[in-house]
T-cell receptor, first 115, second 116 residues
Framework: AQSVAQPEDQVNVAEGNPLTVKCTYS??????LFWYVQYPNRGLQFLLK??????LVKGSYGFEAEFNKSQTSFHLKKPSALVSDSALYFC?????????????FGKGNQVVVIP | NAGVTQTPKFRVLKTGQSMTLLCAQD?????MYWYRQDPGMGLRLIHY???????AKGEVPDGYNVSRLKKQNFLLGLESAAPSQTSVYFC???????????????FGPGTRLTVL
């Protein structure tokens, strides 16, 4: 079975400081990995994905994520956080062998950027 | 392009009542999904559809039924609502992963349902 763990419930960071949101995954084969962001009372918005190739993936709004196969991790990063980055962030994984495109989501991390 | 839309945005039901949530997408996507979001539990898949006329169970299907009579619409039904079904419901759609292996899911704005 595929699964994702987001170990921290909330991440607090000062505006302008680097932001990291952690994610580890478990799949039986090779993974497709995704990050989504959810602003209050909104649906999930796609940020970035890892399919294959370069381990550093760049996405929307200045976010990037690093795929580490040996540590089964896919941490989301932003060099300089903005107050507007305060939101709920979800990591998701899909086993490449699944033709039904079912994703397993983590429980989410609340990010609070302090002015 | 409206993307994925959901109707209604909010609803309050009494225990035992029934209702249908409507999801519509205008991206010509083959696959559609219904999730529920509960605090501290992330998103859990209820049912999904890989094409018009097909449906399949997800992780938490009990108490829900779905139908996909048209490619662009995916309906989620609650026949006899229970307080445990109080949640935020999200619909999503995606391209066929067999044809587009690295596709993401696109989400609607959600429906907040309260069952008293």
């Amino acid at each position: 079975a595929q699964s994702v763990a987001q170990p921290e419930d909330q991440v607090n960071v000062a505006e302008g400081n680097p932001l990291t949101v952690k994610c580890t995954y478990s799949v039986s084969g090779n993974p497709y990995l995704f990050w989504y962001v959810q602003y209050p009372n909104r649906g999930l918005q796609f940020l970035l994905k890892y399919i294959t190739g370069d381990n550093l993936v760049k996405g929307s709004y200045g976010f990037e994520a690093e795929f580490n196969k040996s540590q089964t991790s896919f941490h989301l990063k932003k060099p300089s956080a903005l107050v507007s980055d305060s939101a709920l962030y979800f990591c998701a994984v899909r086993d490449q062998g699944y033709g039904n495109n079912r994703l397993a989501f983590g429980k989410g991390n609340q990010v609070v950027v302090i002015p | 392009n409206a993307g994925v839309t959901q109707t209604p945005k909010f609803r309050v039901l009494k225990t035992g009542q029934s209702m249908t949530l409507l999801c519509a997408q205008d991206m010509n996507h083959e696959y559609m999904y219904w999730y529920r979001q509960d605090p501290g539990m992330g998103l859990r898949l209820i049912h999904y559809s890989v094409g018009e006329g097909t449906t399949a169970k997800g992780e938490v299907p009990d108490g829900y039924n779905v139908s996909r009579l048209k490619k662009q619409n995916f309906l989620l039904g609650l026949e006899s609502a229970a307080p445990s079904q109080t949640s935020v419901y999200f619909c999503a759609s995606s391209k066929d992963p067999l044809l587009h292996s690295y596709n993401e899911q696109f989400f609607g704005p959600g429906t907040r349902l309260t069952v008293l």
